[in-house]
């Protein structure tokens, strides 16, 4: 009987080790087998499950503006006063609601598209109607000082008064931000007499991207290869400023390190740009996580001697030493835009001490990604900028001779924003996070059981030993006893 409960309880613990073991070797066979799916469906090619995403927006991309309405033009045209603006908003409208164009697959594993540009109102989302009207900056009077040499100067000076022009004017939402036909121009005989912060927009688009797909090289999946023909920028004119860096934001390679930087290039401020790990958290069930753009992203050469190459305007930037904006206007033909994260966040105080009106909070200005880690899927983004216009005195101006010193003026800022809906949120859980859950469970429930069974079977055998051998010592004890006895 002691015999068969020794082989049963070997048995047992041999089983239990076996599971153990199993579940053991199901952890990186059960992570190979996830890794291999998402490599395979992750490729940007027809017939993956990202090629479908990609070509057009699983989810809702939508622009919020805020625009800064001057509520006082007269003091400061006559007087130089400071200005006083207060943002209006959000108007909201969806973005990204077509699908890419002209998609070419190209030997070397890359695709080439285009992204049309479109713009659909959305009054349910927003605190007006476009028609609502914005007292703001003459974008035309405003950035002439910048871009046109002083001998025209005075016939522009000469239109502004022929047209009854000012330095401000009272547009609608829609004209500031998609056009509108500007008198002045008109005047002066342009060819194209309209402008606005965003025009020309709807019908266009930022140029070629051609990615790498992921084929053969998953870690390559969405990185640029080229923008608009070339490898690298020609704005900044340094080896440097000029590199197109990483994605387009939308999509990253799989399996993310926390520890590295997500770099993307955005078109919008003309550089490639890198975000930093901030924290792990979880979205509608799905752990994510937070990368965010850091503060020197647009700190001075000072701080950041890295961006020393996108100072192109040491004057009017006090030799380098202002953080928090970014001069855009190598890519924006001349024109004195500067870009900078929402009421200057990070920027340095004399920009928001010359403006009545600017109050940053990392919460509602900073932009941020959150990012699934194993698919590189961008499941909210929040992409927010401020876009300002450089206003330099000008005697030979009547309407800018008034003004004191240059002085950066907002516009408006706008948060680019798509978050993934509950039901393709669910539709991820089921395909990956619960697959992850399920294989989690079994091998923990194998290496669980595994260990008790044989933990349980050797402590049998061991308190079975144990007593075999009081047994003996007993019965010997015994022997021992009886031949003593009968000696006597």
């Known amino acids: 009987m ?7 309880l070997t048995a047992g613990a ?6 153990a073991i199993l579940g053991g070797i199901l952890i990186p066979v059960g992570n190979s087998i996830i890794e291999d799916n998402v490599k395979k469906e992750a490729v940007i090619e027809n017939g993956t499950v990202a090629y479908e995403n990609w070509v057009l927006a699983g989810v809702p991309v939508y622009r919020q503006f805020w625009l800064f309405n001057v509520n006082n033009p007269l003091e400061i045209t006559q007087n130089g006063s400071k ?27 890359t695709i080439s598209f285009l992204q049309p540009y479109c713009a659909y109102f959305e009054p349910g989302l927003s605190v007006g109607t476009e028609e609502d009207n914005i007292t703001f900056l003459n974008l035309a009077v405003a950035g002439a000082p910048s871009i046109l040499p002083p001998l025209l100067l005075l016939l522009l000076n000469n239109a502004v008064k022929q047209t009854n022009s000012s330095l401000f004017q009272t547009r609608t939402v829609k004209e500031m ?13 342009l060819p194209d007499p309209h402008t606005g912060v965003f025009y020309p927009y709807n019908g266009t688009a930022d140029g070629y991207y051609n990615i790498f797909t992921g084929r053969g090289n998953i870690e390559k999946l969405g990185i640029i290869d080229r923008w608009q023909g070339k490898g690298k920028l020609t704005t900044w004119q340094d080896p440097y400023c000029d590199m197109i860096n990483g994605t387009d934001g939308s999509v990253f390679p799989p399996f993310i390190d926390k520890r590295k930087l997500l770099d993307f290039f955005s078109s919008d401020i003309c550089r490639s740009v890198s975000a930093e790990y901030e924290s792990s958290r979880v979205l509608k069930g799905i752990p994510v996580y937070r990368f965010m753009l850091p503060s020197k992203t647009f700190a001075s050469p000072v701080d950041n001697p890295e961006n020393k190459c996108y100072c192109k305007d040491p004057r009017f930037t006090r030799n380098c030493t202002m953080a928090g904006i ?20 990070y920027g340095s105080e004399a920009l928001k001490e010359a403006i009545d009106g600017m109050e940053p909070n990392e919460e509602e ?9 194993v698919t590189g899927i961008s499941l909210n983004v929040a992409k927010r900028l401020q876009v300002n216009i450089a206003v330099r005195p000008s005697s030979q101006i009547e309407v800018l001779s008034n003004i004191k010193e240059p002085i950066l003026f907002p516009l408006v800022w706008l948060n680019e924003t798509a978050t993934v809906d509950d039901a393709t949120a669910e539709e991820l859980k089921g395909a990956l996070i619960s697959t992850m859950d399920l294989l989690e469970t079994i091998q923990m429930t194998l290496i669980g059981c595994g260990c008790v069974i044989f933990l349980a079977c050797i402590i049998s055998l061991c308190v079975l030993k144990k007593n075999k051998t009081k047994k003996y010592d007993q019965s010997k004890e015994m022997t021992d006893k009886g031949i003593s006895a009968n000696h006597f």
């Open 83 to 109: 200005p006083i603006l207060r943002q209006k908003g959000p108007y909201t409208y969806r973005v990204r609601y077509l699908p890419k164009i002209n998609i070419t697959a190209n030997l070397n594993n």
């Open 326 to 345: 970014l001069d855009i206007s190598g890519c924006k033909e001349g024109m004195p835009v500067y870009i900078s994260l929402p009421h200057f966040l």
């Open 177 to 189: 931000l998609w056009g509108y036909e500007d008198p002045v121009l008109k005047q002066l005989r």
């Open 14 to 19: 041999f089983i239990g080790g076996l599971l």
């Open 365 to 373: 200005h900073s932009t941020f990604l959150d990012v699934e880690p």
């Open 2 to 8: 002691s015999c068969n409960k020794n082989h049963l």
